[in-house]
């Protein structure tokens, strides 16, 4: 063998090695070592899928935010609000408390609350004045007109619808309400006359009240009439 075949023979195994040399640098052991960017690819990836992450992140930081905000508006600002709502209740119902006698209606004056009584005046003529005073500790409401029963009439009086109060008619404890009564024609015109012993008045609501009657009576005919129940005296008599 001459000498430049052998030279031939090394170059070529030595160029052999060379590349096996390479190849065993370009593998990890699994295979091409291509793979290995891949892998850092995925690598990579993952802290975009973090970044998708810090989306959900992001999305669950949004959550926390509404839910946060949810919480400080439910807690902070609906509890303010709820507070104000109770405020507004309370305020709502200290002004209707503060307005009695408008929206708010009292308890009705009836028997049960009130002394009724009924006394003759001089003027006008033939003429009764019936007084109902607040004996309770609340004030009461004197609607109406008084049902008025003299004696064993079954029938009860006309009332002068003229006389209609232009409100209600309040009566704080001690307080009076009054209503006319006439009982005959002053000129003698009025028929069917007789003498009554007994009176019984009736309210709009609840008990009624027997105040006494002179003691020899009074005469009433068909020209009996009341007015409605007044704030004042002079207001009953005047019709």
């Known amino acids: ?42 690598s990579s990836a993952r802290p975009t ?10 999305g669950s930081t949004s959550k926390p935010a509404r839910s946060t905000g949810g919480t400080d508006g439910g807690t902070t600002d609906g509890g303010s609000g709820g507070a104000s709502g109770s405020s507004g209740k309370t305020s709502g119902g ?6 009695a006698g408008g929206s708010t209606r009292n308890a009705a004056c009836n028997g049960s609350n009130t002394k009724t009584t009924a006394t003759e005046v001089t003027r006008p003529l033939n003429h009764m004045l ?6 309770g500790s609340k004030n009461c ?16 009086p006309p009332v002068a619808e003229e006389t209609h ?8 404890p001690g307080e009076s309400g009054y209503a006319g009564v006439r009982l005959s024609a002053a000129d003698g015109s009025g028929g069917n006359g007789y003498t009554a012993k007994t009176l019984v008045v009736g309210f709009d609501k609840g008990a009624s009240a027997r ?18 129940w007044q704030q004042s005296l002079d207001d009953a008599l005047t019709y």
């Open 1 to 42: 063998m001459s000498a430049r075949t052998t030279r031939t023979r090394l170059l070529a195994a030595s160029t052999v090695a060379l590349a096996a040399l390479a190849l065993s640098a370009c593998d990890n052991g699994q295979g091409v070592r291509d793979e290995g960017p891949s892998a850092a690819s995925k």
């Open 130 to 135: 019936l007084i109902v005073t607040n004996t």
């Open 94 to 99: 200290s002004t209707g408390d503060g307005k």
């Open 165 to 172: 109060p232009q409100a209600v008619v309040t009566l704080a």
């Open 211 to 228: 105040p006494a009657l002179p003691a020899k009576g009074v005469y009433v005919d068909d020209k009996l009439l009341l007015t409605y």
């Open 49 to 58: 899928g973090s970044s998708s992450t810090g989306g959900s992140d992001t």
């Open 141 to 156: 409401d004197l609607t109406g007109y008084p049902i008025a029963r003299f004696g064993e009439a079954q029938a009860v």
